[in-house]
Every structure is written in C-alpha cells, then in structure tokens.
C-alpha cells in the first residue's frame, strides 16, 4: 500500500475540515491513522488503543479505503451489529464522499439476520399457535414484511421483533441445507453474500468472522487486510 499523507487529511486545511467549519484536528487521531497506515505500507500487525471520543472508525477507516483504492480487499470486523451499520451507513460513505475516493462498501451478516424463504413458505395465513399473545402484533408486522422485503434483512424491519418470532423466519448456517435447498437461487443470505463478495470494504462482526474460520473460510471472502475493531470482546466471542 502507498504511503498515506494524514496530515494533509485530517489538518486544519484538510478535506473534513471543509466539509464542517466546527471541525478541529484531533492529535491522538492522527497519531493512530499514521501508525496505522504505516503498519498497512509495512505489511506489519499493529495494536493501537484509545479513549471513546478519537475517532478510531476514521483512524482506521481512511487508510482501510486507501488500500482498497490499490487494490486490497479489506475486512473490518466488530464486536456489534450496531457498530456495522453505523460503519456502512454512516462512517465509510463520509470517507468517500468527503475524500472523492471510490471503493465499494459491503455488510455480511450471518444467515439468521436474513429471512429463509423456505420457512417463510411453512407458514400458514394465520398466527401459529406457539407465538405468546404480546408477540402477535410483532408477527404480523414481520409476516407483511416479509412477503414482500427484496433484501430480507432483520434491520430492514421498523421494529426489533421477539426472538419468539423471527425464529419463525430464519434459519441458522448449521440448518441451512444451502446448495440443496429450493430456494438456493432466490436466498436472500445467499444474494447478501454475492454483493460482499464484490464490495473492497467489507464489514463482519466477530461471530460471522469466528464462524469463517471453523467453516474453513467458506463465509467470508478471503481478505488482503483485516482490522478489529472492538477488540477487547474478541477473545471472548472467540470462546463462546
């Protein structure tokens, strides 16, 4: 990877300060972004640690894009789904909008975010008989959704239904009969994974990343870089 010129970024005549008037360099921030880039340029593993409030998805989300811009395919893994979609909505496209620098930004998820259109198709126009009666507004809000979501993602839905109800729509990846299942070409899981596979930026969470490994890395795309981000919460998902 090139070398990344960080002050020139993040300086007071850089990019994101002409793009917020209020914005002041954040000197533990440029320090990580410059170790960071230079562990990237190195081909060396780096550990850095910081306070709440640095900055660290740019610290490390600047030069994760300016190695996908030469052509790396890097993996940013996190400890929550909540932390993903603030990558993928929020973080990411501001590098990219703000630095005019294009690379493709991908989320994978494991196959129980997603509905499974085989169960989807075991369900009956009713309410099954097992669903507690607080959760029958919640199965019917999912039920409507899902006969008509194009991308059958969880976070999609305008609610965060009961585990006694989206039990009904999903499956896990050590049920999925995958190949063999009817719905293989039409899987909403399966889709998720053909658009990671062409994102540069790819962004996972610990239990998916984990899951790769003893999967003999059949989940995930193979990566040139990986960063963890949440770290401290590694090992232990690891365990679990």
């Given amino acids: 990877v090139p070398p990344l010129d960080v002050d020139a970024i993040f300086g007071k005549a850089g990019p994101f300060a002409a793009q917020n008037p209020k914005y002041e360099p954040r000197p533990g921030q440029i320090r990580l972004t410059k170790a960071i880039a230079s562990s990237l340029s190195a081909r060396a593993p780096f550990m850095g640690e910081g306070p709440c409030g640095i900055g660290k998805s740019l610290a490390y989300g ?57 169960e989807l198709e075991t369900l009956g126009d009713g309410v099954p008989s097992d669903i507690p ?79 790769n490994m003893s999967y003999g890395g059949t989940l995930l795309p193979a990566s040139d870089i990986v960063i963890l981000d949440e770290a401290h919460e590694a090992a232990d998902i690891a365990r679990d």
């Fill in 62 to 118: 600047v030069p994760a894009a300016h190695a996908a811009r030469h052509g790396k395919r890097v993996l940013i893994v996190t400890a929550s789904i909540a932390l993903q979609e603030q990558l993928i909505s929020k973080d990411l496209p501001a590098i990219r909008e703000t630095l005019g620098w294009e690379f493709e930004i991908g989320l994978m998820k494991g196959k129980s975010n997603y509905v499974c259109r085989s």
């Fill in 133 to 211: 009666a607080p959760d029958v507004e919640a199965y019917r809000i999912v039920r409507a959704w899902a006969d008509t979501t194009e991308r059958g993602d969880k976070s999609e839905l305008p609610i965060a239904p009961p585990e006694t109800v989206w039990r009904k729509f999903t499956i896990g990846t050590g049920e999925c009969p995958g190949r063999a299942c009817g719905n293989y070409v039409a899987c909403f899981a399966r889709a998720a994974r053909e658009r990671a596979a062409a994102s540069e930026v790819l962004v996972t969470n610990y239990h998916m990343f984990f899951l």
